[in-house]
């Protein structure tokens, strides 16, 4: 549940509380990073006990290591990281696509959609790694095949796969599958993309009210 505490009558800027299974997130507010279930620099306790509230843990990381079921099998994220009584958001593993296919986000803004010059900065920062260009990622109408950063090991991850693994994660709030296209794209295939994204944003929502 979502409500409004204030809003600016001049910039329309709001206050708002997120109310969750596990604890409330005032908004505007700081969200951690603990993208394999832990954050780095500090545990969970020094940044609860600082107030932090809402935690961002990635879904494709651990689908891959230890994988949703282990940690649904552990009672969820929250108990298998022992903060209990927080907010855990996850994602839907969409922006590996872009990073797997493109290398960061700097590096695609870099090479200014010249193909050879990501490849080659691509390669440079990764080390050559096999996992991590064009073959690492193949997107269709159905979803993403991935090949995985640990081993190369391909899997697919469909808008109805990562409801799934996000519910067996636990978090609190889950976001549906997107493909994130590079920033220099032809105009006809981000449209092309953002059409899919929304027929994939429906079938997630069909899968969760499931």
């Known amino acids: 549940r979502f409500e409004i505490l204030h809003q600016s009558s001049k910039s329309m800027a709001r206050v708002g509380r997120i109310h969750t299974p596990h604890g409330i997130i005032d908004t505007p507010g700081f969200v951690a990073v603990a993208t394999n279930g832990a954050l780095k620099g500090v545990d969970f306790r020094d940044a609860d006990e600082a107030g932090q509230q809402l935690v961002f843990s990635n879904t494709y990381h651990l689908m891959l290591h230890p994988g949703s079921e282990t940690i649904q099998a552990a009672g969820g994220i929250h108990a298998f990281t022992n903060r209990r009584d927080r907010p855990f958001i996850t994602d839907s593993g969409g922006f590996q696509v872009f990073s797997l296919a493109y290398?960061?986000?700097?590096?695609?803004?870099?090479?200014?959609?010249?193909?050879?010059?990501?490849?080659?900065?691509?390669?440079?920062?990764?080390?050559?790694?096999?996992?991590?260009?064009?073959?690492?990622?193949?997107?269709s109408e159905e979803g993403v095949t991935f090949r995985s950063y640990r081993d190369g090991s391909k899997f697919l991850l469909t808008p109805e796969s990562t409801v799934d693994a996000q519910k067996e994660i636990g978090a609190d709030?889950?976001?549906?599958?997107?493909?994130?296209?590079?920033?220099?794209i032809e105009r006809q295939k981000l449209v092309e993309s953002v059409d899919r994204s929304h027929r994939w944003e429906a079938r997630s929502l069909q899968q969760h009210l499931k």
Not at 104 to 130: A, D, I, P, T
């Open 103 to 139: 290398g960061s986000v700097q590096e695609e803004l870099s090479s200014k959609g010249n193909k050879s010059e990501l490849k080659r900065s691509s390669v440079k920062s990764n080390r050559g790694c096999s996992s991590m260009g064009k073959d690492a990622v193949k997107v």
């Open 173 to 184: 709030i889950i976001i549906p599958l997107d493909e994130l296209p590079p920033y220099h």
